[in-house]
């Protein structure tokens, strides 16, 4: 069987797609990049906004329109959430809710075996290198689920409480692939920083991180998204290792203290200044990146600016920001005082510029500077040679010229420019 995957929306996602490509290859299926080919399609949807459901919709009956003979399986939060909307869309042969996520191989084969040992799973994680989902880095679910009530999230509704993997399977895990040649790996989850809260372990995530750099031998190791009021007293000292890599994305949503707590957000203003600034004094070379949410219901122009002033204040490095999208099930979906689509378009292309000129100034800094950068795509070639982009430690997208053997190594360069988007270089 010949099977196609894709996945919209956040690393968690494309943790799911990883993970259900190596049971389909560990059970005699191939994994094909294109979806022309495929007998099956698979993809994980993303319900965080309005458009993340829209691309669903887009992406599945684009497949259809080329593929007709292909059966379409749609799973995820969108998935989730209307299953009947999304079971009317054209090619549609499949709706699986997040609770039956983790038995799709056995959906799509009745015969899968699903629990395969960590030694039987190396080897096809040589196979699957690199991802066929086009990333070097490896994409470790740790944690799924959140117990927090944000008014505008539908997360919570898509996939229920917190729950963690046990400590000992991921670790078995990256080590896993570690052997199987992955020079990175992120771990990820709904709620990261609540890993281990459920069994009354309320620095769960900090003995997680302490137990990969201890008894793994992964090069580099990397956080996603991670809640501002989750982290355990100590926590930033565990970046004294430098496989720990810099950067830390910390959703903010807000900068207004008004808008923060009509979004129920655990966090105030002044918590987040501070955490910063202890995060910055320990960790050199700190990026810190953040969501930002723009138009929730009640957002007055005062309350834009001040939000817009704290961004400021804050330099993050870069910004991931959207308009407020209702979402079915949220409470700020029942809210008065919802803003217009154009009140909205205009605030966001204000935070759209200051996030633009925060990344340039951030990047611009290090220009002149040497950088390590993991090599992830080659962009095809000029008169200088193959055009290579890679991330940096500290998670700049670099790009710049170099040989053909470059995917999934490390190297260093010479940062020579910077925009809004990166940085460009050349090898060292």
């Known amino acids: 069987m010949k099977v196609f995957l894709n996945s919209i929306g956040c690393r968690l996602n494309h943790s799911e797609i990883e993970t259900l490509a190596r049971q389909l290859i560990a059970n005699g299926h191939e994994i094909v990049p294109n979806a022309a080919d495929a007998d099956q399609v698979v993809i994980n949807t993303c319900a965080v906004t309005a458009q993340a459901s829209a691309d669903a919709r887009r992406m599945t009956r684009k497949i259809h329109k080329t593929n007709k003979e292909a059966e379409i399986t749609l799973t995820g939060c969108y998935a989730t959430i209307s299953p009947d909307e999304l079971s009317a869309v054209e090619g549609v042969t499949n709706v699986v809710h997040n609770a039956q996520k983790a038995k799709l191989a056995q959906l799509l084969d009745p015969n899968a075996t699903l629990d395969i040992p960590v030694f039987d799973r190396e080897p096809i994680m040589r196979e699957f290198h690199g991802g066929t ?5 490896a994409f470790i679910k740790v944690q799924d689920g959140c117990d927090n009530k944000c008014t505008f999230c539908v997360t919570t509704v898509a996939r229920g409480d917190s729950t963690s993997r046990h400590l000992g399977d991921i670790v078995a895990e990256i080590q896993a692939l570690h052997t199987a040649g992955y020079k990175e790996a992120v771990l990820s989850g709904v709620h990261l920083g609540s890993y281990g809260f459920e069994f009354g372990n309320m620095a769960g995530l900090k003995e997680l991180v302490t137990a990969i750099l201890e008894h793994t031998d992964i090069p580099r190791l990397r956080l996603s998204s991670l809640e501002p009021w989750d982290i355990a007293p100590g926590f930033f000292e565990l970046w004294e290792n430098p496989r720990l890599l810099p950067h830390l994305h910390m959703p903010l949503q807000s900068g207004s203290a008004k808008i923060l707590k009509r979004m129920a957000r655990r966090t105030k203003i002044p918590q987040f200044r501070e955490l910063v600034s202890d995060a910055r004094k320990n960790i050199p070379n700190l990026n810190i990146t953040t969501d930002i949410i723009v138009g929730f219901p009640g957002e007055t122009a005062d309350d834009f600016r001040e939000s817009y002033d704290f961004v400021e204040e804050i330099g993050f490095s870069r910004l991931h920001a959207f308009p407020y999208s209702a979402r079915p099930g949220t409470a700020a ?27 340039t100034d951030f990047h611009s800094r290090y220009v002149g500077k040497k950088m390590n950068v993991l090599w992830e795509q080659v962009h095809g070639a000029d008169d200088q040679g193959l055009r290579w982009s890679g991330y940096s430690d500290n998670y700049m997208r670099v790009q710049a010229h170099g040989p053909a053997d470059l995917l999934n190594t490390v190297s260093t360069i010479e940062i020579t420019s910077a925009d809004s988007g990166g940085v460009q270089g050349h090898q060292v």
Do not use: E, F, I, Y
Request: glycine letters at 6%.
């Open 133 to 137: 989902v086009s990333h070097t880095r």
């Open 333 to 359: 979906a029942d809210m008065p005082d919802h803003l217009t689509k154009d009140q909205k378009k205009a605030r966001m292309r204000k935070m759209l510029d200051l996030g633009n000129k925060m990344g």
